[in-house]
């Protein structure tokens, strides 16, 4: 569809310009009009200027992300615990958002809100953009008349989010970069060292030993097949990616990213602190307790821990107490079993999951800090096996063609 840009006044009398992607100009005077926008201007952009704006709005037009959620959600606590009403705060943010894609759904929301929609049913148009957990606390909130308190709850919890999130990252990019550098290391000794150290040994016309037949072997095939080899690669790892995106394959993922090795194990306490604390807030809030699991099993944003999360409402709606069944899973540790067994016994599930949650979170910010500390052997261990390889493959022609001639 053509893009087209307008030129308007707000209901306050104020200039506003944007664009819109829709078929006619009269569809988008329309939208302005239930925007509660005059339309002074509509020029549907040439080719070359829809080029530029979209160049030009390249990160504007970016899905939001948490930062851009959790702005949102804190605006909007504010706003409303001022007393302001609820479409007069939509339709202020939607104005002052930068997100392009975030400020279009704010204005789309506002046009629910004045058809005489619930917020949480207009959030709910916009599955892409928020998450089950964030409309069901919404619809709490309205049912129970603290909405206000519920967009604080969600601010903090996505703050919180962000925090776990970076710090999975951070766990990943010391060994990812490492193991980066050795490949990349391999092939440049593939390429130009061994077959410098090849034309040396052809020149003695002696016999070579094993290891060095072995290296200068995988380095003839290196350089006369690297293309294929980088094809195979690319073909490797986008299949990889494919199959990733299919339901077995993002649940072996996620399963294979809790048993790597050193950060096999942060990753694994870090969503487990992300569904101590998403449960909370849901059990605080008044979602009820198989409404909460499921809507939490969906936002740990693991597959694997997400289904072991489910089998808990399973288990609790044939009747089991909450402590059996997280311990029928085998997933949980013996603190969350401890934690939810005295939560239920007192009644503070959700202070006790609180607990457990910041206690994760200390654990796995120290152990990010010291994550290279914990791969260093493993990695040294590693590159001493290869650097052993080589050594035997260059030189011991070498030590062997010296020791003949000394024996000469």
Known sequence: M????YTGRNQQGQAVTGELDLASTEAVANQLINRGITPVEIRELEKEDEKKSAGFNLTRNKKPQLDDLTLFARQMYTLLHAGVP???????????????ILKDTLHGIRIELEAGHELSAALAMYPEIFSHLFISMVKVGENTGNLDEVFLQISTYLEREKNTRDQIKAAMRYPSFVILAIVVAMFIINMWVIPTFARVFAS???????????LIAISDFTVQYWYIIFALLLLAFFSLRYYIKTDKGHWQWDRLLTRLPVVGSIIKRATLARFARSFAMSLRAGVPLVTGLA?????VDNVYIGGHIADMRSGIERGDSMTRTAAATGMFTPLIIQMLNVGEETGNVDDMLEEVADFYDREVDYDVKNITSAIEPILII?????????????????????TAVRGQ
Not at 86 to 100: D, K, S, V, Y
């Open 2 to 5: 053509p893009i087209f840009q």
């Open 86 to 100: 609820i479409i007069r705060a939509i339709t202020g943010l939607a104005e002052t958002t930068r997100n392009q």
């Open 204 to 214: 003695f016309h002696a016999e070579l030993p094993l290891p060095t037949r072995i």
């Open 295 to 299: 809507l939490v099993s969906r936002a």
């Open 382 to 402: 590693f590159i001493g096996a290869m650097v052993l390889v080589l050594a035997l493959g260059v030189f011991l022609p070498m030590w062997d063609l010296a």
